[in-house]
């Protein structure tokens, strides 16, 4: 009989990592899948346990498929049904600028997402009381494109009726996100975005993660579960009816692993950077910090999730030039500029996201994880000022471990770049490889092996 384990699976922009951790205790199994060899996810996962030669007691996943999809505009248009008069909401938004010295800022919604030939306005109205104060005419409503539906009338929050009398009069089987559902609170604009998100996303789930969810169980493996942005974790009929918790699901997860490795650190500063961004999170006395409004490039919507702020800085871009200067190996001919570049950036918007939240950097501890933090997180520390940074064994799967309900045993054997293995601690400057990332200790720095694998690194006296 095969052993049983717990499977968790962060699915990035770069990687799939997978890390399986058995069900009695003992060492956890890890691997890295280049993404474009795990496009079939479903078929990476069983190929994974027949290796093994293990058995999945649970299949935990997070995906960057949703944001991928909002960021690049490849999700789907949707047909906004609101209140008449309120077609134009979309492009008015608060009427607020994120940036001051923008002189012809962007539509707080991007145009692809509900081009005004989708919107339609519908007689009837719900005053703020939640009373019906004109009746819904629901002859108005046409025959509408075969795209998903994104439903928001005007204080639908305090009185459901006229959404559901929507809903009730579309042709069964319609993608629909009632914004009462989605997100039932006050200020008209920001229900409109989350809903219209909401429904964008779900041609895409119904057609890339309902069939994983059918093909594990299909194949006698337990049903998955899906990663949400506040950390938890749900069923996939739970998911993919209310797709938009998913977006951040990798990032969150990052998050729960920063927050457990600075169990007894009054506060800690998270940089989990990847092939294509870096997530920055928060952690107080262990815990991670929550929010109500999220960050997805130029969009900003309310979601309840960790708080997590990705950065579009992420390590595929930085490859060549750290091959150049000798920091991974292989050979590149290519400018190292863009490494200062790219640390005074990472250093500048950590800073920013961290004083915004009280946390001071110079008595916090920053925890490097992911392919590319740790060998950025010292140089990055330096700037801001942390006296310490904490990179954990295995740190290129740090987020799926996240993912898992308790902490994964990871056995991780740094070694020099000469293949001799790292013991005790050592003044930088230093390079360490533990097979799924890179640590740099630059001058100035000590490194230190902990008895469970992490690397700690201080700043010499």
């Not at 935990?60 to 008449?84: D, F, H, K, M, R």
């Given at each position: 009989m095969r052993p049983r384990h717990a499977l968790a699976l962060d699915q990035g922009g770069s990687f799939l990592d997978i890390i399986?951790?058995?069900?009695?205790?003992?060492a956890a199994r890890i691997a890295k899948r280049p993404r474009?060899?795990?496009?079939?996810?479903?078929a990476a996962i069983i190929g994974f346990c027949e290796a093994?030669?293990?058995?999945?007691?649970?299949?935990?996943?997070?995906?960057?498929?949703?944001?991928?999809a909002i960021l690049t505009?490849?999700?789907s248009p949707v047909v906004l049904v609101t209140t008449q008069g309120f077609e134009d909401l979309p492009d008015l938004g608060r009427q607020s600028r994120r940036d001051p010295d923008a002189l012809d800022p962007p539509p707080p919604t991007p145009a692809w997402l509900s081009p005004p030939a989708l919107r339609l306005g519908i007689p009837g109205r719900i005053d703020a009381r939640g009373v019906e104060v004109a009746p819904l005419d629901l002859t108005a409503l046409p025959a509408l494109p075969g795209l998903p539906v994104a439903a928001c009338l005007l204080f639908a929050h305090r009185n459901p009726v006229h959404e559901q009398a929507i809903a009730a009069a579309l042709p069964p089987g319609t993608a629909l996100s009632l914004s009462h559902r989605v997100d039932p609170e006050t200020r008209e604009f920001e229900r409109m975005l989350a809903t219209m998100l909401d429904a964008s996303l779900k041609p895409l789930v119904a057609t890339t993660?309902?069939?994983?969810?059918?093909?594990?169980?299909?194949?006698?493996?337990p049903s998955s579960r899906f990663a949400l942005a506040d950390g938890s974790a749900v069923a996939p009929d739970v998911a993919l009816a209310a797709p938009l918790p998913l977006l951040l699901s990798g990032p969150a997860a990052g998050a729960r692993a920063v927050a457990r490795w600075a169990a007894g650190v009054p506060c800690a500063i998270g940089l989990d950077m990847g092939g294509t961004t870096a997530e920055v999170s928060l952690v107080r006395d262990g815990v991670a910090l929550e929010t109500g409004s999220v960050t997805l490039g130029p969009l900003a919507f309310r979601l309840k999730a960790l708080d997590v702020e990705s950065l579009a800085i992420g390590g595929d871009a930085l490859t060549e030039a750290a091959r150049a200067v000798g920091w991974l190996?292989?050979?590149?001919?290519?400018?190292?500029?863009?490494?200062?570049?790219?640390?005074?950036?990472?250093?500048?918007?950590?800073?920013?996201?961290?004083?915004?939240?009280?946390?001071?950097?110079?008595?916090?501890?920053l925890v490097a994880g992911g392919g590319f933090g740790?060998?950025?997180?010292?140089?990055?520390?330096?700037?801001?000022?942390?006296?310490?940074?904490?990179?954990?064994?295995?740190?290129?799967?740090?987020?799926?471990?996240?993912?898992?309900?308790?902490a994964p045993a990871l056995r991780a054997t740094w070694?020099?770049?000469?293949?001799?293995?790292?013991?005790?601690?050592?003044?930088?400057?230093?390079?360490?490889?533990?097979?799924?990332?890179?640590?740099?200790?630059?001058?100035?720095w000590r490194a230190s092996l902990r008895s469970d694998g992490a690397l700690l690194l201080d700043r010499a006296a």
């Amino acid at each position: 009989m095969r052993p049983r384990h717990a499977l968790a699976l962060d699915q990035g922009g770069s990687f799939l990592d997978i890390i399986a951790a058995p069900e009695g205790g003992g060492a956890a199994r890890i691997a890295k899948r280049p993404r474009a060899e795990a496009a079939n996810l479903a078929a990476a996962i069983i190929g994974f346990c027949e290796a093994e030669g293990i058995a999945p007691a649970s299949i935990t996943i997070a995906t960057t498929l949703p944001a991928n999809a909002i960021l690049t505009g490849t999700a789907s248009p949707v047909v906004l049904v609101t209140t008449q008069g309120f077609e134009d909401l979309p492009d008015l938004g608060r009427q607020s600028r994120r940036d001051p010295d923008a002189l012809d800022p962007p539509p707080p919604t991007p145009a692809w997402l509900s081009p005004p030939a989708l919107r339609l306005g519908i007689p009837g109205r719900i005053d703020a009381r939640g009373v019906e104060v004109a009746p819904l005419d629901l002859t108005a409503l046409p025959a509408l494109p075969g795209l998903p539906v994104a439903a928001c009338l005007l204080f639908a929050h305090r009185n459901p009726v006229h959404e559901q009398a929507i809903a009730a009069a579309l042709p069964p089987g319609t993608a629909l996100s009632l914004s009462h559902r989605v997100d039932p609170e006050t200020r008209e604009f920001e229900r409109m975005l989350a809903t219209m998100l909401d429904a964008s996303l779900k041609p895409l789930v119904a057609t890339t993660l309902a069939p994983v969810a059918r093909a594990l169980v299909a194949a006698g493996l337990p049903s998955s579960r899906f990663a949400l942005a506040d950390g938890s974790a749900v069923a996939p009929d739970v998911a993919l009816a209310a797709p938009l918790p998913l977006l951040l699901s990798g990032p969150a997860a990052g998050a729960r692993a920063v927050a457990r490795w600075a169990a007894g650190v009054p506060c800690a500063i998270g940089l989990d950077m990847g092939g294509t961004t870096a997530e920055v999170s928060l952690v107080r006395d262990g815990v991670a910090l929550e929010t109500g409004s999220v960050t997805l490039g130029p969009l900003a919507f309310r979601l309840k999730a960790l708080d997590v702020e990705s950065l579009a800085i992420g390590g595929d871009a930085l490859t060549e030039a750290a091959r150049a200067v000798g920091w991974l190996p292989g050979e590149a001919d290519a400018g190292t500029d863009s490494l200062a570049i790219a640390e005074a950036r990472l250093a500048e918007a950590t800073r920013r996201i961290a004083l915004r939240r009280n946390i001071h950097p110079d008595l916090s501890l920053l925890v490097a994880g992911g392919g590319f933090g740790p060998l950025l997180g010292a140089a990055i520390a330096g700037i801001i000022g942390c006296p310490r940074v904490l990179v954990p064994p295995c740190p290129g799967v740090m987020a799926a471990s996240g993912l898992l309900d308790s902490a994964p045993a990871l056995r991780a054997t740094w070694r020099h770049r000469d293949g001799t293995p790292f013991a005790g601690s050592a003044l930088g400057p230093l390079l360490l490889d533990d097979g799924t990332a890179t640590a740099r200790i630059p001058a100035g720095w000590r490194a230190s092996l902990r008895s469970d694998g992490a690397l700690l690194l201080d700043r010499a006296a």
